[in-house]
């Protein structure tokens, strides 16, 4: 029942994925030769971020385009733009570590209406589309039913532009691990998102993220029947970064946890 733009989507990520592959496979012989991955995967990133924009452009000429690498390319159609990133979980790849996804989110009239993120070496396609639900594969997804934050587990992450504000970080890491079951920090934000909305993960939380690490992301929390919002209460993810995903439940109690520790830190 998956719609044409869903459609769409799932084809260009599915070509690019099968290049990625092949080239994660190649990566994990590269470990061990003096000069290291980075070359090698700074080239699959670019190889896949050109395979999206040709499927994606074919099939919707006119749309304009957010892409992590390349950046922003206008299209002749002002209302739509696909905003993707080809490889999210670099780190992860560069280590040969099998944990990364191929983000890919429909923004109409400013507002992201369908997204999808693909996890090639689980095969696995999250999909959700604005008030048609969210999915993976073919089953239908919900966040978790959590209510204590003392047994949720919590993912995280810290983007490079957080470096210099650790502090802040540490204070709601801190703050977070003395009060849920767990905290992972997996190392692909676009994946974390998709774990709220399939309920692996009770709650998200990130600073500074960029578009592309959340457009697809996002869509699949609220559809699922999650809630995000930024570290403010507010929605304004898509500009700051700023990104609490959760439950119903778990919401609330940790948004103000971590904006009490945010604050005592001395940050925003
Ligand atoms: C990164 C990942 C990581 C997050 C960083 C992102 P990239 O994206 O999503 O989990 O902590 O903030 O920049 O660089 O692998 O595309
Ligand atoms: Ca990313
Ligand atoms: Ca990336």
Do not use: C
Not at 56 to 77: H, I, N, Q, T, W
């Amino acid at each position: 029942m998956r719609s044409p733009v869903i459609n769409v989507m799932a084809a260009a990520a599915l070509k690019a994925a099968r290049g990625l592959i092949r080239d994660f496979g190649e990566v994990e012989q590269l470990q061990v030769s003096v000069k290291g991955p980075n070359d090698f995967v700074s080239a699959a990133d670019l190889k896949a971020e050109r395979t999206l924009k040709s499927e994606l452009g074919r099939a919707r000429p006119g749309y304009g385009m957010l892409f992590e690498e390349g950046g922003v390319s206008e299209g002749s159609d002002k209302r739509h733009r696909w905003i993707v990133d080809p490889l999210d979980g670099t780190h992860n790849f560069l280590h040969g570590i099998p944990h990364f996804a191929i983000s890919i989110g429909l923004e109409r009239d400013g507002e992201i209406v369908a997204g999808v993120v693909y996890e090639p070496t689980r095969d696995e396609l999250y999909w959700a589309e604005k008030g048609a639900g969210a999915y993976l594969n073919d089953r239908r997804l919900r966040v978790s039913a959590r209510r204590q934050l003392s047994e949720a587990m919590i993912g995280t992450g810290m983007a490079a532009r957080v470096r210099g504000n650790e502090p802040r970080y540490a204070a709601t890491l801190d703050a977070v691990l003395g009060a849920a079951s767990g905290v992972r920090r997996f190392g692909a934000a676009a994946l974390d998102l998709a774990y709220v909305a399939s309920g692996r993960l009770d709650a998200f939380w990130e600073f500074a993220l960029s578009p592309w690490d959340i457009a697809a992301g996002l869509l699949l929390v609220r559809e699922a029947g999650g809630y995000v919002s930024d570290l403010s209460g507010g929605h304004a993810m898509m500009a700051s970064g700023d990104v609490l995903a959760a439950n119903a439940h778990l919401h609330l109690p940790l948004a103000a946890l971590i904006r009490e520790a945010s604050r005592a830190s001395g940050g925003a």
